[in-house]
């Protein structure tokens, strides 16, 4: 029921939007995405092995088990579902090359959509992003590049073309493991054939700024993202200052740190501006810490529903923890962070309160923040 942030104050990948498109492209069409795609793209392109997974239940010939780790082996992980126009094509590396011809060469549409789908536009702070139409589109190692990945079940894809090069790489898994920060495959592959043509810029070396330990300690403390709810801690350790899933931050100025990966924060007297990589500007709060004893954890026992979601949760206590069950048996921890504020596996819930009752609890995951879910008993 409301957005996840100002319009272009930012980007955050949404699957449904391109639910809407394949709704859209059957009503304007009267063709499903399916039979629409197959008739004006994977036909005229020359891809014979590309088909949309609209029917779950279809036996594919030749078509790979999606898997995931499973302790020391491996277990099926398929995506069992209908919907698609976020996800679902089934096809080849050979066929996802063809298409990149295809595209790169303004065949597809008439005129040609490249020239469209490939323009970006800023950001409210006037920064340009590098999501365009369904793609990024970057430079590495000085050359301009467009790329898209995918992932579903224990699928995973990437493709990306280096046009000035003329060259295109493919990329398709039917197990998630070699696409981690310490292993993608994709990149590594990416780096064998791009030569460089313009170093990448050399990351700054912070110059050293001394704090004293009793700055540096009133610091410390929870912070909360004004946009999403996020808990972030900071703490004091060996003498430095760390943010919690961040690491130590150096400090570069008066009130001035900068993190491994180069952001800016500056620290105020009751809030925290992180300034990222991409010049986006996001404030942390500082807040009270959780304190949980049995009564605090009593108050936001009971049980809780969406009517947007349409689902239902229960808060309980088990075990002297927190805990947040959704029948039948998926059930997470609640760790607390700031007060009223939790982490789970999947994301962040913080409770909210009217004149100190409990009311409700609001879920933010990577793709939808403050999602409500109200107490109804």
């Known amino acids: 029921k409301t957005l996840n942030h100002k319009p272009g104050d930012e980007y955050i990948y949404s699957n449904s939007n391109y639910n809407l498109f394949a709704i859209i492209v059957q009503r304007v069409s009267g063709m499903t995405l399916a039979e629409y795609t197959r008739k004006y793209i994977f036909e005229p392109a020359g891809m014979k092995h590309t088909q949309w997974r609209d029917n779950y239940k279809r036996i594919v010939s030749n078509r790979a088990m999606a898997y995931s780790r499973s302790g020391s082996g491996h277990q099926i992980n398929m995506p069992n579902e209908y919907v698609y126009g976020n996800g679902?094509?089934?096809?080849?590396?050979?066929?996802?090359?063809?298409?990149?011809?295809?595209?790169?060469?303004?065949?597809?549409?008439?005129?040609?959509?490249?020239?469209?789908?490939?323009?970006?536009?800023?950001?409210?702070?006037?920064?340009?992003?590098?999501y365009a139409a369904g793609l990024f589109v970057d430079t590495y190692r000085g050359w301009d590049y467009v790329s898209h990945d995918g992932a579903t079940a224990g699928y995973r894809s990437h493709l990306e073309a280096y046009p000035e090069l003329?060259?295109?790489?493919?990329?398709?898994s039917n197990t998630s493991e070699f696409d981690s920060d310490t292993l993608n495959v994709a990149s590594e592959v990416g780096d064998l054939f791009v030569p460089v043509k313009v170093p990448e810029p050399v990351k700054p070396t912070p110059r050293s700024f001394t704090v004293s330990k009793e700055k540096l300690n009133n610091y410390t403390g929870w912070y909360r993202n004004t946009r999403s709810g996020e808990g972030v801690k900071l703490y004091v350790q060996n003498e430095k200052l760390y943010v919690s899933r961040v690491g130590p931050i150096t400090p570069v100025?008066?009130?001035?740190?900068?993190?491994?990966?180069?952001?800016?924060?500056?620290?105020?007297?009751?809030?925290?501006?992180?300034?990222?990589?991409?010049?986006?500007?996001?404030?942390?709060?500082?807040?009270?810490?959780?304190?949980?004893?049995?009564?605090?954890?009593?108050?936001?026992?009971?049980?809780y529903y969406s009517d947007e979601a349409e689902a239902k949760f229960y808060v309980q206590v088990k075990n002297g923890k927190l805990v947040i069950l959704q029948k039948p048996k998926t059930e997470f921890q609640l760790t607390p962070t700031y007060k009223d504020g939790f982490e789970i596996p999947v994301g962040t819930i913080y409770f909210e309160r009217d004149k100190n009752k409990v009311i409700n609890f609001k879920v933010t995951v990577g793709r939808a923040r403050h999602v409500e879910f109200k107490k109804i008993r």
Request: with cysteine; charged share 20%; net charge negative.
């Open 253 to 303: 100025a008066e009130n001035i740190f900068m993190s491994a990966n180069s952001s800016i924060v500056e620290m105020n007297a009751k809030s925290v501006l992180v300034i990222n990589n991409s010049k986006d500007s996001v404030y942390f709060n500082k807040v009270d810490s959780a304190k949980l004893d049995e009564k605090i954890m009593n108050e936001y026992v009971g049980e």
């Open 88 to 130: 679902g094509l089934l096809t080849t590396a050979e066929d996802l090359l063809i298409w990149c011809d295809y595209f790169l060469d303004g065949k597809f549409g008439t005129p040609s959509l490249l020239e469209k789908q490939l323009n970006t536009s800023p950001f409210n702070n006037g920064i340009m992003h590098r």
């Open 166 to 172: 003329g060259l295109a790489i493919a990329w398709l």
